[in-house]
């Protein structure tokens, strides 16, 4: 693997095993010698914090304001974060990144406003596109324990955790990972099941190794 530091982002469906296989990747990269940083979006700063308190219905806001400060944390993340990790010489695991905005805030913002948005933001080296159906996701989820402001509410899921929702943001990741491939993206697809059965961990997990080796060379 090359010296030089990559940004690495895992995306995909609630459910579909990105925070897994991020916390994985990071360790593994660790442990054969690289300098690795593993973070998330939204992020744990100030902005993130809000963010995942309005998933967490603690907080309301209208679609287009949540999109907006999914990008505005988007930004401070990569300012106060991943640049310099990128800058110190270490590689980067991000647990989810634009591609996340474009797929979810798009079920009811315009795409196109939500690209320009984040059209400054860095490009990965690669992103990692976990596949899962719905049909494996969604047991997943349920299978969470609901936090106690979920209790306290009388809910027992986040924002965008039901089944015609993840239908359509499934849809909206594989048909926007396209564009951004034809736009020169690399962008490499995982599958999370085989013949509608999920993939051992340690089997996907291997195969997402493999292409970071391939894909971070220079």
């Not at 591609?99 to 080296?125: F, G, H, K, T, V």
């Not at 324990?145 to 594989?174: C, M, S």
């Amino acid at each position: 693997m090359s010296n030089q530091a990559r940004f690495i982002v895992l995306e995909g469906i609630d459910g579909s095993g990105i925070t897994t296989h991020s916390k994985l990747l990071h360790g593994w990269l660790e442990k054969t010698g690289q300098r690795a940083v593993l973070t998330k979006e939204p992020s744990d700063r100030p902005l993130g914090v809000c963010i995942r308190r309005a998933l967490g219905h603690q907080l309301s806001f209208d679609p287009r304001t949540l999109a907006l400060l999914f990008a505005a944390d988007r930004s401070d993340h990569l300012h106060s974060v991943i640049e310099p990790a990128l800058a110190g010489g270490a590689h980067v695991v991000c647990d989810r990144y634009y591609l996340s905005s474009y797929a979810y805030q798009s079920l009811d913002q315009d795409l196109e406003w939500i690209m320009q948005m984040n059209r400054e933001c860095r490009r990965p080296d690669v992103t990692l596109l976990l596949d899962v159906p719905v049909s494996v996701s969604l047991p997943r989820i349920k299978q969470r324990p609901p936090t106690w402001e979920l209790i306290e509410k009388g809910q027992d899921g986040e924002l965008f955790e039901e089944q015609d929702t993840l239908a359509r943001v499934h849809a909206n990741f594989l048909k926007i990972a396209e564009c951004l491939r034809a736009q020169g993206e690399t962008i490499i697809m995982v599958k999370g099941t085989n013949d509608g059965a999920p993939r051992p961990i340690a089997e996907v997990q291997n195969e997402i190794r493999n292409i970071v080796q391939r894909t971070v060379e220079v």
